[in-house]
């Protein structure tokens, strides 16, 4: 991207290509550019000053001044290159925060001033406002220059970033805007060259005295050497002069704080395990990229540099040491470093220097750019066999139409040439190259097919193949396949500039358009229908699943770009041809393509690209679109691990984390295996042939029951549009569906259970009542006892349901028949927790209640549990039937036994509900229920309430019962006494055992419980002696307890 355009001044103005100086220009509107300034230019640009003094005897001052006026940079592409840490936004979107935007901020509100040029040196002053209440600050900015490139700069802000600030960038783009505008001089040594004893005496003078504090010091240590005639100083000839340029053995090169970008770089990797630190180490990144491409030497020093950091990270040796692996931030950083190093490696063997960091192992691959066939590619649009032959190789150099190949060496470095041109600003040659490896791959590809064809009955009698390429091409660390393609799509690009193509260049990506343009020399072919070509290829290439979290994880991330590239190109009828050629052929790919009729057991799935290809193919060619989904639905290593169907042992979640370790990446994978077939289903709505196809496989390759059910409810809504009627056929596959996964789960109770239940009747709701029969019939192979009776059966008879299904009377009553019957199938199955549930869906019905009534009865007998039982009882006693929950409930305390210690007995409550049900029937019932009483309860406080409550009033008298007596029932007579009786001995028994192992702290409780026992015992005739004897019978066997004795006397005497 250019920086923004430069305001004009004096009519004189600026190309599109570069600023030549903004306002300084000499040409005008119309008028040629005089000769001096050519000249000038070219010299400017070209040769040191040094090299033109030491050329001519004498340079007029008038050629002098035009040299020093070119030589300062032209273009403000390059101070915004230095200026900003990866790419830059379009105008109006800029981040204030970059230092480009705001030196132009500053420049454009006025805020430079007094700049000054003296010779190869620009100065000047940058204020720049201060914050709220702060005053405006003052900042002296000096820049030195040489051969249109600057060289040093300084600013009074102490700037410790990797580039450029804002003051620099200000005063920079003042002088390319404003040239006219700013005072020129000759270097400061032709000034002094004019003046005389006296004038340079007076000059010299007036400067000490001007910063006598500052330079005083250094004036008299020179003054010194030079008055000593043997002195060092004194044998040079001349002296130095800041102003007058670079020397002739002076690199020519931009400013690059080496220092800072090894202490930033430090500083980052040291942090590398943080998001921000690593999308700053990607930003220098791209800035080297973008270096590189500018052909500016700064490129590989700064790679250099970053390599060096990354080498003497502290980790590296720590991990060595552990015999651990990187972190997976780390990873990502060295897959960064790795691509870049190849490609500068690759251009330093071409000028032949050896000095960078991985030279060695490159070399040891004899990677090199003499070959003749490759320089005759790089070299002309029009290379063919006519100009030249094999030249003796053994290797073909072009295919059968007679188009250019690049054979001999791997694929990945292949690729990594044309990105390394790309990178270096060859575009033409990275193209030429990537048509010649295009060529390649499709006479690899007709080759592969023929030896297919050859081996197809013998693989397919096989039904297996072993892995043709170990290492794919998507998700190598050198990322062919991308490079290829964006070196392609770039070509293609609509931008007025084109760009490079990656995928962190900037903080908001711009909508990109695409055209064809043709490949020189292959009539009828484009660059992009090229890249669409490579991109499926290498995305359908049956490749093994790398090991290692962060290699699978790269494998789905390269996916995913590669397919993002794909998606920003709008197919067009000439891409269609392609997408469905390579479709074909990916089909028929044998063990060479991931969608072939045989697959390696670990091979990468291809559900990712095979989407991507469905929904481009779907409205051109819907019969291949299905074909080639319905082929990638298939997950191999799922399917060897569970032959016929068996279910995993643990379904919802993913079984290859524990049988598979070294999948790390199965999850996701069968995420996307998810995905693709929803896609398909929603795609085939409406159409039977291909729903029953795409069931079909959905229930033959995916094993995980959460997914299955996800599928299940994505179609049900698909079916079921607010606005439109619903499909059936996709309703009965969404339950289809569903009925699968409550078969798988029928034997891992999950917590999602539940919600999968209410689905599936939900589902069958729609689709009518038969279906909803269906699944109350066959309960036993999808829900348990307890899913059947509380949600199966109860959901399907409710009013909402009935209303939604507008069933008559006689469909009415058979859905309920259905579900009365499930209930008591369940309630035979389970009493303990579908007894209620039966009895409370059975309630309209005689029969049926009188047989779950029976049901109940005889789990009692077989051990239904008394709080069961109790529950049971109290629904019958709420539902008016009094005596069949006083059977109940004389059933569950035959069950019970409540200890003497046992006050807070969970069925305290149910037993005195059940005793006050037993007085409200009369005396004949109560009589019954005593005897169980006595016999299930010991804990005497329990026994005295019991007959406290039945002495209140008269049995028969309660809400439930009928008159039978008149008055309450005395505790000395039967049925109470043996109550009575049973309460005393409680409380003598619980005395004894409370004493034995007594403490003084529960001593006052002690009494507390005698003064209970007390009032118990004053109900009988003679209990104020039994208790009398009692107390005595206490004092002599406790008589060792001498202080509970004495609080036993102060109460009771």
């Known amino acids: 991207?250019?920086?923004?355009?430069?305001?004009?001044?004096?009519?004189?103005?600026?190309?599109?290509?570069?600023?030549?100086?903004?306002?300084?220009?000499?040409?005008?509107?119309?008028?040629?550019?005089?000769?001096?300034?050519?000249?000038?230019?070219?010299?400017?640009?070209?040769?040191?000053?040094?090299?033109?003094?030491?050329?001519?005897?004498?340079?007029?001052?008038?050629?002098?001044?035009?040299?020093?006026?070119?030589?300062?940079?032209?273009?403000?592409?390059?101070?915004?290159?230095?200026?900003?840490?990866?790419?830059?936004?379009?105008?109006?979107?800029?981040?204030?925060?970059?230092?480009?935007?705001?030196?132009?901020?500053?420049?454009?509100?006025?805020?430079?001033?007094?700049?000054?040029?003296?010779?190869?040196?620009?100065?000047?002053?940058?204020?720049?406002?201060?914050?709220?209440?702060?005053?405006?600050?003052?900042?002296?900015?000096?820049?030195?220059?040489?051969?249109?490139?600057?060289?040093?700069?300084?600013?009074?802000?102490?700037?410790?970033?990797?580039?450029?600030?804002?003051?620099?960038?200000?005063?920079?783009?003042?002088?390319?805007?404003?040239?006219?505008?700013?005072?020129?001089?000759?270097?400061?040594?032709?000034?002094?060259?004019?003046?005389?004893?006296?004038?340079?005496?007076?000059?010299?003078?007036?400067?000490?005295?001007?910063?006598?504090?500052?330079?005083?010091?250094?004036?008299?240590?020179?003054?010194?050497?030079?008055?000593?005639?043997?002195?060092?100083?004194?044998?040079?000839?001349?002296?130095?002069?800041?102003?007058?340029?670079?020397?002739?053995?002076?690199?020519?090169?931009?400013?690059?704080?080496?220092?800072?970008?090894?202490?930033?770089?430090?500083?980052?990797?040291?942090?590398?395990?943080?998001?921000?630190?690593?999308?700053?180490?990607?930003?220098?990144?791209?800035?080297?990229?973008?270096?590189?491409?500018?052909?500016?030497?700064?490129?590989?020093?700064?790679?250099?540099?970053?390599?060096?950091?990354?080498?003497?990270?502290?980790?590296?040796?720590?991990?060595?040491?552990?015999?651990?692996?990187?972190?997976?931030?780390?990873?990502?950083?060295?897959?960064?470093?790795?691509?870049?190093?190849?490609?500068?490696?690759?251009?330093?063997?071409?000028?032949?220097?050896?000095?960078?960091?991985?030279?060695?192992?490159?070399?040891?691959?004899?990677?090199?750019?003499?070959?003749?066939?490759?320089?005759?590619?790089?070299?002309?649009?029009?290379?063919?066999?006519?100009?030249?032959?094999?030249?003796?190789?053994?290797?073909?150099?072009?295919?059968?139409?007679?188009?250019?190949?690049?054979?001999?060496?791997?694929?990945?470095?292949?690729?990594?040439?044309v990105d390394t041109l790309r990178a270096h600003g060859y575009p033409r040659q990275a193209l030429r190259l990537a048509s010649a490896i295009v060529n390649t791959l499709r006479l690899q590809q007709r080759h592969q097919l023929q030896i297919y064809k050859q081996q197809k009955k013998e693989l397919l009698q096989k039904g297996s193949t072993c892995i043709t390429n170990m290492e794919g091409w998507v998700g190598h660390p050198l990322d062919p396949i991308g490079c290829l393609c964006r070196a392609l799509l770039e070509a293609c690009r609509l931008e007025e500039e084109t760009l490079a193509i990656y995928p962190d260049s900037g903080p908001e990506k711009r909508k990109v358009a695409y055209q064809h343009v043709p490949v020189p020399g292959s009539p009828g072919e484009s660059y992009l229908a090229m890249a669409l070509e490579v991109a499926l290829l290498g995305l359908g290439q049956q490749r093994a699943l790398p090991d290692g979290l962060y290699a699978q994880d790269k494998v789905v991330r390269n996916e995913e770009q590669l397919l993002a590239l794909l998606e920003e190109v709008e197919l067009d009828e000439r891409l269609v041809q392609v997408l469905r050629k390579q479709a074909g052929q990916l089909l028929e790919g044998g063990p060479f393509s991931g969608f072939g009729e045989v697959l390696f057991r670990e091979s990468v799935p291809m559900h990712t690209c095979a989407r991507y290809l469905f929904t481009a193919l779907l409205p051109h060619d819907p019969d291949l679109a299905y074909r080639l989904a319905l082929r990638a639905m298939r997950l191999p290593v799922l399917e060897t691990a569970f032959p016929a169907g068996e279910p995993p042992s643990n379904p919802l979640d993913s079984i290859m984390s524990n049988r598979f370790p070294r999948w790390f990446i199965l999850g996701h994978l069968e995420t996307r295996q998810c995905e693709l077939a929803s896609a398909m289903l929603t795609a085939a709505k409406g159409d039977p042939k291909w729903l029953h196809a795409v069931l079909g496989s959905i229930q033959q390759n995916i094993h995980s029951p959460a997914l299955l059910f996800k599928l299940a409810q994505d179609a049900c809504k698909t079916a079921t549009p607010a606005s439109a009627p619903p499909d059936t056929t996709l309703l009965g596959i969404a339950l289809e569906l569903g009925l699968q996964v409550m078969r798988m789960t029928l034997n891992t109770m999950t917590w999602r259970r539940r919600e999968m239940v209410r689905w599936l009747v939900s589902c069958a709701t729609e689709i009518g009542p038969q279906a909803l029969m269906n699944i109350m019939q066959n309960w036993y192979s999808l829900f348990t006892p307890v899913e059947a009776a509380t949600i199966v059966a109860v959901t399907g008879t409710t009013h909402a349901t009935l209303l939604r299904l507008q069933l008559d009377a006689a469909r009415r009553e058979e859905l309920w028949a259905c579900a009365r019957t499930l209930a008591l199938q369940c309630a035979m199955k389970d009493p303990q927790n579908c007894a209620l549930p039966a009895l409370t869906l059975c309630e309209k019905n005689q029969a049926a209640f009188e047989a779950a009534y029976q049901i109940v009865l005889d789990a009692a007998a077989g051990g239904l549990g008394h709080a069961h039982l109790f529950t049971v009882a109290r629904y019958m006693e709420h539902r008016g039937l009094p005596l069949r929950a006083y059977k109940l409930a004389t059933l569950a305390l035959a069950q019970l036994s409540i200890a003497f210690n046992q006050d807070s007995h969970p069925a305290v409550n149910d037993v005195l509900w059940a005793c006050s049900l037993s007085h409200s029937l009369g005396r004949h019932e109560l009589s019954a229920i005593v005897p169980l009483i006595i016999r299930s309860i010991h804990c005497a406080p329990m026994l005295s309430d019991i007959l406290r409550r039945w002495t209140l009033s008269a049995p028969g008298l309660g809400p439930l019962g009928a008159r039978r007596a008149a008055k309450p029932l005395g505790a000395d007579r039967a049925p109470l006494c043996q109550l009575l009786d049973a309460a005393v001995a409680a409380y003598i028994t619980t005395s004894h055992s409370r004493l034995t192992h007594i403490s003084p702290r529960h001593y006052s409780d002690f009494i507390e419980f005698l003064g209970k026992a007390r009032e118990t015992f004053l109900l009988a005739p003679d209990g104020h002696l039994q208790f009398a004897q009692f107390l005595e019978n206490l004092k002599q066997t406790y008589k060792g307890k001498k202080k509970l004795m004495l609080l036993v006397r102060e109460r009771f005497g």
């Open 1 to 417: 991207m250019d920086p923004p355009a430069a305001k004009r001044s004096r009519g004189c103005p600026a190309g599109p290509e570069e600023r030549d100086a903004g306002a300084g220009a000499v040409r005008c509107r119309g008028r040629p550019e005089a000769l001096l300034d050519l000249s000038a230019k070219r010299v400017a640009e070209s040769w040191a000053f040094e090299q033109v003094e030491e050329r001519f005897s004498r340079v007029p001052e008038p050629v002098q001044k035009r040299i020093v006026f070119w030589s300062f940079p032209r273009s403000e592409r390059e101070i915004c290159m230095y200026s900003s840490l990866g790419y830059q936004p379009p105008e109006g979107e800029h981040d204030a925060r970059v230092p480009f935007t705001r030196g132009l901020h500053l420049l454009q509100s006025g805020a430079v001033d007094r700049v000054l040029q003296v010779g190869f040196h620009l100065s000047g002053n940058v204020r720049e406002p201060g914050g709220p209440g702060e005053p405006e600050r003052l900042y002296h900015v000096s820049i030195s220059f040489d051969r249109c490139k600057i060289t040093s700069v300084s600013c009074g802000c102490d700037n410790r970033d990797l580039f450029y600030c804002a003051h620099v960038v200000a005063l920079s783009l003042h002088r390319i805007r404003h040239a006219h505008q700013v005072e020129l001089r000759l270097p400061i040594s032709e000034t002094l060259s004019q003046m005389n004893r006296d004038q340079l005496q007076k000059f010299v003078q007036y400067l000490i005295s001007a910063h006598h504090t500052e330079v005083l010091p250094t004036a008299q240590r020179l003054a010194d050497e030079i008055l000593l005639l043997g002195s060092e100083i004194n044998l040079v000839h001349g002296a130095p002069d800041p102003t007058a340029g670079a020397g002739i053995e002076d690199a020519n090169c931009w400013h690059l704080d080496e220092e800072q970008i090894q202490e930033q770089v430090k500083q980052l990797l040291s942090n590398g395990g943080y998001y921000g630190a690593s999308q700053q180490l990607r930003s220098m990144f791209c800035k080297v990229r973008e270096m590189l491409r500018m052909r500016d030497s700064n490129g590989a020093r700064m790679l250099i540099l970053m390599t060096e950091q990354f080498l003497q990270d502290p980790r590296l040796a720590l991990w060595r040491q552990q015999g651990a692996g990187m972190t997976d931030k780390c990873r990502q950083l060295w897959d960064e470093l790795g691509p870049e190093e190849e490609e500068e490696e690759v251009m330093a063997m071409a000028a032949g220097s050896r000095h960078t960091v991985f030279g060695r192992a490159l070399q040891a691959g004899s990677l090199h750019w003499s070959d003749d066939h490759l320089q005759r590619i790089l070299a002309s649009d029009s290379y063919s066999p006519n100009l030249t032959g094999n030249g003796g190789s053994d290797k073909p150099s072009f295919d059968p139409q007679g188009r250019p190949l690049w054979l001999g060496e791997p694929f990945p470095t292949t690729c990594a040439r």
